[in-house]
């Protein structure tokens, strides 16, 4: 368990396994999803598969990576759940309630802005993420792009990527505050929209 948990802590292996939790990925489309170079990437798939966490199978001249069999899935999930769980408590918040801020919305607070209108809503996940399913009226801008991207000054941008622990939304907040752009952040991510939309 204690090897279990030491490969599990490490933040660039949580992404990348979150990724791969959609399907089997070559190197180069996980370093470009995750924003980790190629060479680290390399290093940190060869760690998992070391400790049969991930698999490979070559097609062509490319080697694509997907997660192994067995309850891994299960395992990160309950991560993700327990760390959104302890980040409640900190706050001394009630379990299952999502922490806010004036930064960062909750799904309820989406949804009224959706309604009321007047918002950019931006999903900053790669364009194969974002072409996978997207939160509906949103549009992708990918992190990298963030920079050249021109965003009108009359709306409120709303970003988000893959779920309450995904850093992409985080860092992109921290970007385009940078750029003295009115910008929030909803929290819980495509993943939290899903689990809404299939009740």
């Not at 290093?43 to 694509?64: E, Y």
């Not at 997207?134 to 549009?139: K, Q, S």
């Not at 907040?173 to 910008?183: A, F, G, H, T």
Request: hydrophobic share 35%; with cysteine; proline share 3%.
């Amino acid at each position: 368990m204690s090897e279990v948990a030491g490969m599990l802590g490490n933040e660039s292996r949580l992404i990348l396994l979150q990724l791969l939790s959609d399907g089997e990925k070559s190197v180069e489309l996980l370093s470009e999803e995750s924003g980790i170079p190629v060479a680290n990437t390399s290093q940190h798939l060869q760690a998992l598969k070391k400790n049969s966490m991930v698999t490979t199978r070559r097609d062509g001249k490319r080697i694509l990576y997907r997660l192994e069999s067995g309850p891994l899935k299960d395992l990160f999930y309950a991560l993700e759940k327990f760390a959104v769980f302890s980040i409640a408590g900190s706050q001394g918040l009630t379990t299952g309630t999502t922490v806010t801020t004036k930064q960062n919305l909750n799904i309820a607070e989406l949804q009224k802005k959706i309604k009321s209108g007047g918002i950019l809503l931006v999903d900053v996940r790669s364009k194969e993420e974002f072409k996978k399913g997207h939160i509906p009226e949103a549009i992708n801008v990918p992190y990298n792009d963030l920079l050249t991207h021109k965003f009108p000054k009359t709306k409120e941008v709303i970003v988000y990527c893959r779920g309450p622990l995904c850093l992409l939304s985080v860092n992109a907040l921290n970007l385009l505050k940078s750029r003295e752009i009115n910008v929030s952040r909803f929290d819980g991510g495509f993943s939290s929209w899903m689990k809404i939309e299939e009740k």
